[in-house]
């Protein structure tokens, strides 16, 4: 589709291009700035990004009008109002298919995977030697399945997934879901960012029952080699579980929270978005974090704090508090 | 049933009815105090809701004895020890069917729904133009869905759930389950309140993966347009999600939660039962709503505070103890 | 298999048997210390724990060299420099059968069930007088369920589970999940420990939608006769939820939690491992239990404290932060 039938089409009543398109390609979809090439388009919804259009190769951003002399002259600029915004109203020209699928010829299991009867499977879908899939599995498009895998029954995985070697994934948890993400209108009403990106469980993790691991806006969410899930995790869109990492029950991961590797977070821990955790550090059961933790610390508490002080902060607190009586 | 039929049924040798029934009509149900009809029964659990009954049309109501004077006398009295006891016991005799229908003659799919081989549908359900109802969905009696929706695979939509336009509900949530309510007996058993309301889902609402949005206990549960609710939320009987409004992961609203439009709620968020939350208002994550808090404000916290405060309020008191350190 | 061979096969290139096996028995399984027989074997993790052999019918008991001197002589010894790890590897060669069965030829459901017609069943399966097993449930072998039960749709019951009578069990629950422990290798990679224990329901329990609860490593995992579980809750491995309890939504119990009769455990409510909550003892919404709590007792909070101080606590502490604003 072209570039100026693509805006008039996704802006439709809600927003308007403020200036003319010079490059009309043919566009082909959205990526973020580092990685879009010349059928692509991106945006920049902070001022302090406009400097990365430099060094990217993409055919067309969404910028604000402030920022539209900073736009190198390979890149259309596409001047709008709330380029957040706009960019959600395109994504969904580019969304993809769903679960239905009559057709599953370019499918292809492997002779020794065991199928459950009332399994479905979308099309262009792979299943690796000895892999076990149980019953009322429902399997999207172009999913990929490794080796010795034991998927449990009633796990649900949007299309194009990957999953590892050695993998159990138990009953009820869903895969590659669609993240949290909303562009808001000037009437407060939200509109659906697609999420084009996709969900890659590597080797030998395993994920209890009724977790959701979000696929990613663009790239991947990943939960890496080796790394273990509780039951009833949330872990959003682009987020990294780092190899080894044991996450317990009830976690919520908000979107792209990273981590090194043999990260243990404890039962009901949270995460703000955009932070990182440091290779071996623990946050205790329940500890929020909301910032960046360096590696091989202990942490807990929310505010989240040193877990040394943390053990110490409410001890002393009450303690003030038992003098003040006294005194009084 | 005759009124005196029933109480003798429910009550059976848990219970024991005070007083003599001397307008013995045709019990068709029960219903709150303002809404019910003179074939329906009500009951005051706490006295100051007695006034009540004098602009209520109710055929009868369960009572202490010590209100037993105040009742008008169009309404039958039904002295009881114990009225929430009696009234969950009477629930019991007019709990709806459930999800296995062997007729779904009365269902009515639109042409243009795309419907997986292996759903269930109940008895009288209804399926609007171009709805997508995925694998394994599990549709009970009564069901009604509109247009332009996305059912994912493995969700369940409990008896007389109402359903809007253009709503997405991901893979695993659960529509319109029981509350959790229960009486108490003398012996600390718990009898369970059977929910005779329904769950509506208003227009434009997307709802993430592994949700449960309970059935009211009369009336609704409401999660109003345009709304978006993320993960493994849970949204008790009788909340109401306002417009527009964001329920990020893991949020947690108790019994008849009710808000305003453009409410935002951070992760793992929870709710106090009763309480109501102003227009635009937002509560950062893990905060804990025990009161209602007004429109346009911001908050965090355990308890809760008002967000400026809440930020500071660790800071000081770390604060506070290093001075202390630094004195001894 | 015989002792010699299962350690072989077990142990491979992870980890070194440091003595001689003497009493080369056929090993038939694991089991803890106090209930194993002279075919099984145990472990030791802990020095203060080595004394239970003497009452032990255990056959082998792994242990680190430092205790080996205090083997009784009837117990075969294995030396290891890590006993947790080797039980994890040892565990696997025990691993049991999961969900699919081709054969339910063994199963016996009573003529008055209610079976829908997508419904899993497994080998063996036991399903009671007047009980309701609705859309794509899943149960696998060994299960047994009793009369007048209600399993909601997508409802996945792992191997061995013994569900009572006149149990509800809604939609999207998992019961008899394989618990979250693993071992630690030297390179910090995690060792699934295969958990050969059960889930036990017993009669008039009630279980709302979306929860987890897990199977133990040995013995039972267990909701006793008359509790009440909310959504979303994960009750770990070898928990036991008291008699006529009531587990609102959200909450989180980490393993080997105990309790008595009717307690009460607020929404979001989470526990630490291994504590105990005493007879009608109370938990607060979002209160975090760290340690035992005695009978009839109310507590909140994170750190746990009792409700009265709790509801005091923060009170106080803004009261002293305002005193030190007037002062300034």
């Known amino acids: 589709m ?18 003319t398109i010079t490059n009309d390609f ?52 596409l001047v709008v109002d709330n380029p957040h915004l706009a960019f959600a109203l395109l994504s969904q020209l580019f969304a993809k298919g769903d679960f239905i699928s009559s057709d599953y010829s370019e499918s292809y299991i492997h002779p020794s995977a065991n ?23 429902v399997i999207a498009d ?5 080796e010795n895998c034991k998927i449990y029954p009633n796990v649900v995985i949007y299309r194009e997934s990957e999953i590892g070697n050695r993998v159990l994934i138990h009953a009820g948890t869903v895969i590659g879901s669609d993240g949290f993400g909303y562009a808001q209108t000037a009437l407060g009403e939200h509109v659906k960012i ?11 993790v395993e994920i209890g029952a009724n977790n959701v691991i979000d696929r990613a806006v663009f790239g991947e969410t990943c939960v890496k080699k ?42 009901q821990v949270g995460t703000g978005g955009h ?20 590696p ?17 902060f409410y001890v002393r607190l009450r303690r003030l508090l038992k003098q003040k009586d006294s005194k009084e």
Not at 3 to 16: E, G, H, R, V
């Open 142 to 146: 172009n999913v990929c399945i490794g």
């Open 115 to 137: 199928i459950a009867s009332n399994v479905s499977l979308g099309k262009n879908v792979k299943i690796g030697a000895n892999t076990m899939i149980m019953q009322n599995v």
């Open 26 to 77: 043919e566009l082909e979809g959205l990526a973020p700035v580092e990685s879009a090439n010349n059928k692509q388009l991106s945006y920049i919804n902070q001022d302090k990004y406009v400097k990365d259009l430099n060094n990217s190769q993409a055919g067309a951003v969404l910028i604000k009008e402030s920022l539209q002399e900073m736009i190198p002259n390979h890149i259309q600029p």
């Open 275 to 294: 932070v990182h955790i440091g290779d071996f550090t623990q946050v205790a059961g329940r500890g929020a974090v909301s910032k960046n933790l360096p």
């Open 2 to 19: 072209k570039l100026s039938i693509a805006i008039k089409k996704a802006f439709n009543d809600t927003l308007k291009l403020k200036n």
């Open 194 to 204: 697609e999420h084009g990106g996709k969900t890659i469980i590597e080797d030998d």
């Open 296 to 312: 091989k610390s202990k942490w807990g508490g929310h505010p989240i704090m040193e877990l040394d002080e943390w053990m110490k």
């Open 226 to 267: 080796g790394s273990k899930v509780g039951h009833s995790c949330v872990i959003a869109h682009n987020s990294i579980v780092g190899e080894n990492s044991l996450l317990v029950a009830q976690v919520g991961l908000a979107g792209s929270t990273t981590m090194g590797r043999n990260v243990v977070l404890g039962g």
